[in-house]
């Protein structure tokens, strides 16, 4: 297919890389010229402009940042895209602006589809992530061999917007569980015992996560290198908190780690990966 691909960012550059490995033709845009070139010396096309990357395209791809960006380019994708156009967002934002993409898309001919993806960098390099997509069962049928290229996990989860509310629903878990692994390790230092041979028995029991999986060894050394930053589970969380008021429902433990990822931003490790959670625990303790 001729994929126009919008944001090359930590996540979509490998995910248009993937793409252009599983031969389909990728034409990618992003804000910095880096992640273009990137793109080229792999095989991908550099795009001048979101029109460039929608234009002639069977599909695309948006990986943006937050709502406000998908606001400001869906619109282009919409206008420029030919009719029958799929439309895939792969954006973490709010359900209610997914939903009223899907709406605007659909009265100009476009099939969209909110599909974010759960799994990290790691995930996106690698084509494991887990995709949750919401919009019409047909669009998301004919979105499968596109999304088969990057994930091993791709399930329709319901109407525009579900995909994100089930990702609301996955950051808050993802949350506490690096909270939790964070109040272990300390708990684990502080009474003399090592962190490493006591999370090594932890993931392999009950315990057991992904995030303790690929996560525990980096975080006992303090190496928060970024797989996803703080900044963005910052922005994920307030998705989550503001989900639950929609939905008339109290999640109290989301609350809290919301608080705990806004100390971390606020203690300026934004820009750090969400593991630094371990960071505002520590600093709790001192």
Known sequence: MNIGFIGLGIMGGPMAANLVKAGHT??????????????????????????DAVEGADVVITMLP???????????VVAHGRPG??????????????RRVAREAAAAGVRALDAPVSGGERGAVDATLSIMVGGEKEAYEAARPVLGA???TIVHVGPAGA??????????????????????????????V?????????????????????????MIRREFTPGFR?????????????????????????????????????QGHGSLDHSALLKVVERLNT
Do not use: C, F, W
């Open 150 to 152: 990057l994930g091993t």
């Open 85 to 98: 156009l799929l439309y895939l967002d792969m954006s973490t934002i709010r359900p209610e602006t997914s």
């Open 66 to 76: 937050d709502s406000p960006q998908v606001e400001e380019v869906a619109p282009l």
């Open 163 to 192: 995909g994100q509310t089930v990702k609301a629903a996955n950051q808050l878990v993802v949350g506490g569980i690096y909270g939790l692994v964070a109040e272990a390790i300390v708990l684990l230092e502080a009474s003399g």
């Open 26 to 51: 990728v034409r990618g845009h992003d804000v910095s010229a880096a992640p273009v070139e990137r793109l080229a010396a792999l095989g991908g096309e550099a795009a001048t402009g979101v029109p």
């Open 230 to 266: 703080i900044d963005l589970h910052h922005k994920d969380m307030g998705i989550a908190v503001a989900a639950a008021r929609q939905a008339g429902v109290a999640l109290p433990l989301t609350g809290q780690v919301a608080q705990l990822v806004a100390a971390a931003r606020a």
């Open 194 to 218: 090592d962190p490493a041979a006591g999370l090594d028995v932890l993931a392999g029991g009950l315990a057991g996560s992904r995030i303790l999986e690929l996560k525990r060894h980096t």
